[in-house]
C-alpha cells in the first residue's frame, strides 16, 4: 500500500510537470510571441512520455495517477477553457491512450522478450532501453487511433481526419523521445558532476 | 531495498544504458570524477597540479598518472613542468 502511494504521488507529479512544461510551449509561442498555437504543440506531446515511463517502470500500480492526472491535468492548468465539459468523451478517450501503452507492453511480453512462460504481471527488463523504445513506437501509433476513435464514437460533433491521427501519433512519439533525451541530458549529468550517485556504484 | 526505490535505479540505468551503447562517453566514472577534480581546482585557485588530483580525489597515485596521461593523449589535458618545483608538473586544459 505504501509503494502504490509513493508510486501514485510521483506519477501524478510527474506527468502534471510534463503537461505543465508542454502546455507552457503549447499555448505560448514563444518565438512568434502568437498565442494559442494549439496544433503545432501538439506535434511534440510531452506527457505521452510520462505515460510510457511510468507505466513501464511503476507498472500497473501507477494507472489511477495516471488517469487522475490526465483527466485533472487540462483543468487544473487552465480552468476556464479546459473544463470537465470541454470536449465531450476527452476523459474516456484518455483511457484509450493509456490501454494504447498497456497493450503495447504486453505485446512486448508476448514477443517472448521476457524468459519464461507469458504473464500480465511479469515485468519487462526496460533498463534495455530498446524495449522502452519499442513501447514507444506501438503505443504512439496505437494511442492515435484509440483515442481519436473514441472520441469520434462518442463526440457527435466531432468528425476527425486522418491527418489530425497522424499528427497524434507523431506528437506522441517526439514527446516521449523528447522527455526521455531530456531526462538523459539532466541524469548523466547529475552523475558526473557527483549531484546524484550512479547507480553502478551502488 | 525498497521496491519503490529498484524502480527509479531501473529508470537510471535504462538511461546510463543509452550513453553506453551510443558511446558519446568514452570514459569511466573514475576517469569522470579526475577530470572533475582537475577543473574544480583550477576553477578555485587559477592552477592544479598532479598532487593536488590525487589529494582531493581520493584515488591511487598510478590510478591519477594513468588517467592524467590518457587526456593528454586524448588531448584534452596539457602538463607543463612547474617553474618552482621542477618534480611536480602543473594541468591545463587544451583549448582549441
Not at chain 1, 501509433?141 to 476513435?149: A, D, E, I, K
Request: glycine fraction near 4%; charge should be positive; aromatic fraction near 14%.
Amino acid at each position: 500500500m505504501k509503494h502504490f502511494f509513493k508510486v501514485s504521488i510521483t506519477v501524478y507529479f510527474f506527468y502534471m510537470f510534463t503537461y505543465g512544461t508542454w502546455y507552457f510551449f503549447h499555448v505560448i509561442d514563444l518565438v512568434n510571441l502568437r498565442i494559442d498555437n494549439g496544433w503545432t504543440g501538439s506535434l511534440v506531446f510531452l506527457p505521452h512520455g510520462a505515460r510510457v515511463l511510468m507505466v513501464c517502470f511503476f507498472r500497473y500500480y501507477s494507472l489511477p495517477a495516471l488517469y487522475l492526472a490526465e483527466i485533472t491535468g487540462p483543468s487544473l492548468l487552465n480552468y476556464e477553457k479546459y473544463n470537465i465539459n470541454y470536449v465531450d468523451g476527452s476523459n474516456i478517450a484518455s483511457i484509450g491512450c493509456i490501454i494504447a501503452i498497456i497493450l503495447s507492453v504486453e505485446l512486448i511480453k508476448w514477443s517472448k522478450v521476457t524468459e519464461g512462460k507469458f504473464s500480465f504481471f511479469k515485468p519487462v527488463n526496460f533498463k534495455n532501453y530498446k524495449f522502452l523504445f519499442l513501447v514507444i513506437v506501438l503505443s504512439s501509433l496505437l494511442s492515435g487511433v484509440l483515442c481519436n476513435s473514441i472520441l469520434t464514437i462518442i463526440n457527435d460533433q466531432i468528425s476527425i481526419d486522418v491527418l489530425t491521427v497522424l499528427r497524434f501519433m507523431i506528437g506522441d512519439f517526439l514527446g516521449a523521445i523528447t522527455v526521455i533525451a531530456i531526462m538523459w541530458i539532466v541524469f548523466t549529468t547529475a552523475i558526473d558532476t557527483r549531484m546524484i550517485i550512479s547507480p553502478e556504484n551502488k | 531495498m525498497s521496491i519503490y526505490r529498484d524502480d527509479l535505479i531501473d529508470i537510471l540505468k535504462m538511461l546510463m544504458n543509452i550513453e553506453k551503447d551510443l558511446n558519446l562517453v568514452c570514459y569511466s566514472d573514475t576517469q569522470k570524477k579526475i577530470y572533475y577534480t582537475i577543473a574544480l581546482k583550477i576553477s578555485k585557485t587559477g592552477s592544479c597540479n598532479i598532487s593536488d588530483v590525487i589529494q582531493n580525489s581520493g584515488l591511487s597515485r598510478s590510478t591519477v598518472y594513468k588517467t592524467i596521461k590518457k587526456f593528454e593523449l586524448d588531448n584534452i589535458v596539457k602538463l607543463d613542468q612547474s617553474k618552482s618545483d621542477k618534480r611536480e608538473f602543473n594541468l591545463s586544459f587544451v583549448t582549441t
